[in-house]
């Protein structure tokens, strides 16, 4: 008599390529949502800047709230159909000035490495808002 191994006992080749493709997927999941979370942000980061920098130089801000004095993000939102590839963001500013205060609301698009303004509007009380562009 010879003592064979039970075939339950030992995986199989089969198994340990299925097992070998669900770990290269998983790790590519992962990879590919931490790349994606991290260009999300970066682009955000650079979004609020760019905005910052318009509302502040902008010669319309100034004229009807004065020097600006201070300004604080109050909004910001991601604007597009998709997820990955989304290239347009929104963001409101509270604007300070020397003479009064007001809401900014500015739409950037980055397009072939540069950002651009779709959209720029300030808006005092209730009044009609103004294009900053």
């Known amino acids: 008599m010879t003592a064979e191994t039970p075939a339950a006992s030992t995986p199989s080749n089969t198994m340990r390529t299925l097992g070998s493709i669900g770990i290269v997927i998983i790790i590519g999941a992962v990879v590919f949502v931490a790349y994606t979370i ?33 300004m604080k993000k109050i909004g ?27 809401t900014v609301q500015v739409l950037v698009r980055k397009e072939n ?3 651009s303004f779709a959209r720029a509007d300030l808006q005092q009380g209730h009044g009609k808002p103004t294009n900053l562009l």
């Not at 905005?51 to 600006?68: A, C, H, I, W, Y």
């Not at 939102?77 to 020397?98: E, Y």
Request: net charge positive; glycine share 12%.
């Open 38 to 70: 991290s260009t999300r942000d970066r682009m955000a980061s650079q979004a609020l800047k760019v905005s910052r920098t318009f509302v502040r130089s902008s010669p319309v801000v100034e004229t009807d709230l004065g020097q600006v004095i201070s």
């Open 113 to 115: 490495g540069e950002w």
């Open 76 to 102: 910001e939102q991601r604007v597009g159909n998709g997820w990955i590839g989304t290239r347009s963001w929104a963001v409101d500013f509270d604007v300070t000035g020397k003479k009064t205060s007001g």
